[in-house]
């Protein structure tokens, strides 16, 4: 049972191009991470989100905590191509130090 | 550099042998985790460290992985007799707090069991 649900799998778009990505679940989170990771490279951490309704901004990015803490969702103003990577969210519940990842979006952004 | 290392970065090995991949954390982080990459699985968690000590090894897909962690630094993760079915990306991070908020991952080691 994949505990963290990402969507779309694959993601190819132009330049300029606007994008959402989606990570679910049916169970509750303390807080949720989101990562990008380029080929050959570990993930590099780009935000925690800890409170349910929370939206930060990172540039061009935008990343909302669902109310309930369940999911959360990634938006891409504007896509340049450096924004190309395999985007992971992850989750940590109460009581645990482990993280569950999701799957990935891989993001493709054609110049 | 002030990143989490990890060697070696790629390992081709037989079926059958052993293998130790090595992390070395940020500085004064006091967890380290390992975890597990394969193609289109995205991350499995395998052990977390506290210190010296594996609060949590529920990861471990069976008992020919082991992993250890001396002096609150440098972690070895072994894989006894290897199997194909081991070749993924091993991945280690490290964190500075008690909770998981914030993981540092290395660059990982590729490994190809033969």
């Known amino acids: 049972t994949q505990l963290l649900e990402q969507s779309p799998q694959f993601l190819s778009i132009q330049e300029g191009e606007n994008l959402t990505v989606y990570c679910n679940s049916s169970?509750?989170?303390?807080?949720l991470q989101w990562y990008r990771q380029e080929p050959g490279e570990g993930p590099v951490l780009l935000v925690t989100?800890?409170?349910?309704?929370e939206v930060k901004k990172l540039k061009r990015l935008t990343f909302q905590f669902g109310d309930a803490r369940k999911d959360s969702s990634l938006h891409i103003t504007a896509a340049q191509t450096g924004d190309t990577g395999l985007y992971l969210c992850?989750?940590?519940?109460?009581?645990?130090?482990?993280?569950?990842f999701g799957k990935g979006t891989k993001l493709t952004v054609n110049p | 550099g002030a990143g989490v290392s990890q060697s070696p970065s790629n390992k081709v090995t037989e079926k059958g042998k052993d293998v130790e991949l090595r992390c070395d954390p940020i500085?004064?982080?006091?967890?380290l985790y390992w975890y597990r990459q394969s193609l289109g699985q995205g991350l499995e968690f395998l052990i977390y460290?506290?210190?010296?000590?594996?609060?949590?090894k529920s990861g471990l897909p069976s008992d020919r992985f082991s992993a250890e962690r001396t002096g609150g630094s440098v972690s070895t993760l072994t894989i006894q007799r290897t199997q194909q079915e081991d070749s993924a990306v091993y991945l280690c991070?490290?964190?500075?707090?008690?909770?998981?908020?914030?993981?540092?991952f290395g660059p990982g080691t590729r490994l190809t069991v033969t």
């Open positions: 500085s004064g982080h006091t967890a």
């Open positions: 991070a490290s964190s500075p707090r008690w909770v998981s908020y914030e993981q540092y």
């Open positions: 992850a989750g940590a519940r109460g009581g645990s130090e482990k993280l569950v």
């Open positions: 169970s509750v989170f303390s807080s």
């Open positions: 460290f506290q210190g010296n000590s594996a609060p949590d």
């Open positions: 989100v800890v409170t349910g309704g």
